[in-house]
């Protein structure tokens, strides 16, 4: 999609232009001027169509031929004094169905006479543009009959304000941002054939390009380290086991100030293992690498727009498959940290991956805080459903924290308590813990508890992302598939708490 940023005296024609309305339904000078010359057509369609200026609300009327387009849009953007950035890249996202619908190439927006508090015009153009690209998103490389009136038309994007060329720079922050998360959406979606361990290493190493150092450990090494958790979920699979670790030095080579960590589950496919799962939906267990790929996508995103922070992304790749070499229930395997686990069921692996990932992580970059990303478990969609990731933490700063951005940014998180009757739950009889409670009540805060015997005082917050990282149904700026859910939250975080920080 091109993305372009016009000043509205030099707006012409188009196939579509799009006006701004708010929830008192009063039009802007360009789209009053519009009516009067169409003799009222558009004031006749809002009537008509009980078209109501509530945000994201969409009508679009034909224009006679011989007019500056082939249609007029009208989006609804509710309440001006509520408008924010968030509230704008919803804006933009949602008149992307409409202007495909309609066979629209090409579609200016005109931000007319409209001031928002807090927020500068160029900036609110720059959302909306950013909101209309992440809702264009679409992972279509594998359609080969597809013909071009069942794709998607929209190629030309223009936003015309005064001012248009203050847009470009905050428009290249979240261009930065949303590659991020497009590469996250793309990581997400390859299927288990084409992204296993090995190959997500390979997509890592690419984040070379922008400055990221990337280190990878194979089975060899991590072996000799004694990653005995993680490398038994690999092991009943034909392809080796990574850990990647990915380090971003915002604040130059000689920095020595103590990085951010980010580390994420990456289970390339889950079959379960030999507590093999149902038939039925396992394809879905693809995107078991979804906390993985947020990280690798967000290290993009500070790498891409520079952030001046310190930031250490470490994601451990593995594939669970059932076979003769598999770990069996039952087994008992010797962590990173010496600590030992009875694997009473196999399906409970990312919790394994993660053990030895989070310790590694503690134990060499001694970092300010970690936070974990992991489709963890089943429990979590159970309790919060798809809209919010369950939070865990041993440190309230952080949580409230990721709390707030999660609110600001649209990807919202939702704390969860941890406990001591809960740790209880997965003490073993013959080891030092176990993978799995002995009850199947609270699934995702045992879950959450076995992490947390792996942090060892760090500040830390698990994010069980496993309601959110695929989605069944299109939403404002996300397209129905992986959603890329934490980039954002992630490096807003990062922006809004720690960079520029002592
Ligand atoms: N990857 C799954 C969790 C999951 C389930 C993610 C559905 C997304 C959608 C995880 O490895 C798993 O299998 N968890 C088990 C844990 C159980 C064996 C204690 C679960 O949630 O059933
Ligand atoms: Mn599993
Ligand atoms: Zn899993």
């Known amino acids: 999609m091109k993305m372009n940023f016009s000043e509205l005296a030099s707006v012409n024609k188009d196939n579509v232009i799009i006006y701004l309305v708010g929830d008192d339904k009063k039009l802007s000078a360009g789209a009053r001027d519009l009516d009067k010359k169409a003799s009222g057509l ?3 369609a809002m009537t008509n169509s009980g078209f109501n200026g509530k945000l994201g609300k969409t009508m679009c009327v034909a224009l006679a031929s011989g ?13 001006i004094k509520k408008l924010d950035a968030t509230a704008l890249e919803k804006i933009g996202g949602s008149v992307v169905p409409q202007l495909n619908s309609l066979r629209a190439v090409s579609a200016t927006l ?21 909101g209309t690209r992440l809702r264009s998103y679409n992972f279509d490389k594998y359609f080969t009959k597809k013909t071009a009136d069942e794709k998607p038309t ?11 060329k203050a847009a470009a720079k905050p428009y290249a922050k979240l261009a ?18 084409i992204i296993n361990p090995e190959t997500l290493a390979e997509q890592c190493r690419t984040l070379e390009d922008l400055g990221v150092e990337v280190q990878v450990l194979g089975e060899e090494e991590m072996y000799k380290l004694g990653f005995g958790a993680l490398l038994g979920v690999g092991q009943g699979s034909a392809v080796e086991s990574q850990l990647v670790v990915m380090r971003w030095n915002g604040l130059g080579k000689a920095s020595k100030e103590a990085p951010l960590a980010f580390v994420g589950k990456g289970v390339t496919f889950d079959t379960g293992g030999i507590s093999i799962k149902p038939a039925a939906g396992m394809e879905e267990m693809k995107w078991d690498m979804g906390g993985a790929g947020v990280v690798i996508g967000l290290m993009k995103a500070l790498a891409g727009r520079k952030a001046k922070i310190n930031a250490v992304g470490v994601v451990g790749l593995v594939e669970n498959m059932p076979g003769g070499n598999a770990q069996r229930p039952g087994d008992v395997v010797t962590s990173y940290s010496g600590q030992t686990i009875e694997v009473l069921n196999t399906d409970a692996e990312g919790r394994l991956v993660l053990a030895d990932a989070l310790w590694y992580t503690q134990k060499h970059f001694k970092p300010k805080f970690i936070v974990d990303l992991a489709t963890l478990t089943g429990a979590i969609i159970v309790a919060l459903g798809t809209s919010r990731a369950g939070l865990f933490s041993n440190n309230d700063k952080l949580s409230d924290q990721l709390s707030k951005t999660g609110a600001k940014v649209g990807e919202e998180v939702w704390r969860l308590p941890l406990g001591e009757v809960y740790d209880k739950q997965i003490n073993s009889d013959i080891a030092d813990m176990q993978n799995i409670g002995k009850e199947r009540e609270a699934g995702s805060i045992t879950a959450a508890q076995f992490l947390q015997r792996f942090v060892n005082n760090t500040p830390w917050a698990h994010l069980d992302i ?11 700026i996300t397209p129905k598939g992986g959603t890329g859910y934490g980039v954002r939250l992630l490096n807003q975080l ?9």
Do not use: H
């Open 110 to 130: 005109l931000i007319e006479d409209i001031k928002i508090s807090g927020i500068t015009t160029a900036e609110a153009a720059a959302c909306i543009a950013n």
């Open 176 to 193: 930065a941002v949303s590659d991020g998360v497009e590469f996250t959406r793309n990581l997400v979606s390859e299927p288990a054939n």
């Open 67 to 79: 007019a500056r387009a082939d249609y007029a849009m009208l989006v609804g953007i509710g309440d």
């Open 494 to 502: 990062v922006e809004d708490f720690y960079e520029g920080k002592p």
């Open 466 to 476: 496993a309601g959110v990282a695929w989605s069944k149904k299109d939403a404002e």
């Open 42 to 44: 558009i004031s006749k």
């Open 154 to 164: 929209l190629k030309n994007f223009t936003v015309a304000l005064s001012g248009a």
